[in-house]
């Protein structure tokens, strides 16, 4: 299996840019995802990485060191829409299932 | 446009009342999860079907069963509820299952079950 660790909480400013930061250790890695989950609603897919880099979507980015199983998500220009808990998942080698961080929960305030 | 369809959105059921819950995908996956995440927490897999394949968790308790009758549509029976069951139920579907590319899960609203 594998451990995922991310931060519990983040509080942020509208506009302003939040990093979230995810760490993990497994032992065959093949991809990591991150999922938004807004309260009492279903994660939905936000970036895949599986490539060493940066993956940009609009004013989400994602970052991914293999090397020392970390991983970031990067949020711009926040709005409050955005408050919610970021999923970060890893999938291993050997199977197509995914495991996944606790979430940490970003709220952005005014 | 609905892609996984869960029913019902939110269940209430008694202390040891067997209940079922069903999911169903207009996508054509697979594979299909089902997941429990209990509040703040990760979704934890409990089970999931690769096509008729049906693979268990090793502790995914007893009292959770699943069926998939067709590749639409899948159910997850809870035996005899308990209180510590009472969580937010996850249907997800992915294609093909082992892939190089991206065959990211995308998850029903969920079923939120209360167990009085």
């Known amino acids: 299996g594998q451990n995922i660790d991310q931060p519990t909480e983040m509080t942020a400013t509208e506009g302003a840019i939040v990093q979230i930061n995810c760490t993990y250790q497994?032992?065959?890695?093949?991809?990591l995802f991150w999922y938004q989950q807004h309260a009492g609603e279903a994660p939905t897919f936000l970036s895949y990485?599986?490539?060493?880099g940066l993956e940009e979507k609009g004013r989400f980015s994602s970052f991914l060191s293999r090397s020392k199983g970390y991983s970031y998500l990067l949020l711009k220009e926040l709005q409050m829409k955005d408050s919610a808990s970021y999923l970060c998942?890893?999938?291993?080698?050997?199977?197509?299932?995914?495991?996944f961080g606790a979430g940490t929960t970003v709220t952005v305030r005014a | 446009d609905a892609m996984v369809i869960q029913n019902p959105r939110y269940q209430v059921t008694q202390f040891g009342k067997p209940v079922t819950l069903s999911c169903s995908q207009t996508?054509?996956?697979?594979?299909m999860y089902w997941y429990q995440q209990k509040s703040s927490q990760a979704p934890k897999l409990l089970f999931h079907?690769?096509?008729?394949?049906?693979?268990n968790e090793a502790d995914t308790p007893d009292n959770f069963q699943s069926r998939r009758p067709n590749t639409s549509f899948c159910f997850l029976d809870i035996r005899s509820p308990g209180l510590g069951d009472a969580a937010m139920y996850l249907c997800?579907?992915?294609?093909?299952?082992?892939?190089?590319?991206?065959?990211?899960?995308?998850f029903g609203p969920g079923t939120r079950l209360t167990v009085l």
């Open positions: 997800a579907t992915s294609s093909l299952g082992r892939s190089t590319s991206t065959d990211t899960q995308y």
């Open positions: 497994t032992s065959g890695f093949n991809g």
């Open positions: 990485n599986v490539l060493d």
């Open positions: 998942a890893v999938r291993d080698w050997d199977d197509y299932k995914l495991s």
């Open positions: 996508l054509n996956h697979n594979v």
């Open positions: 079907y690769y096509d008729k394949d049906f693979n």
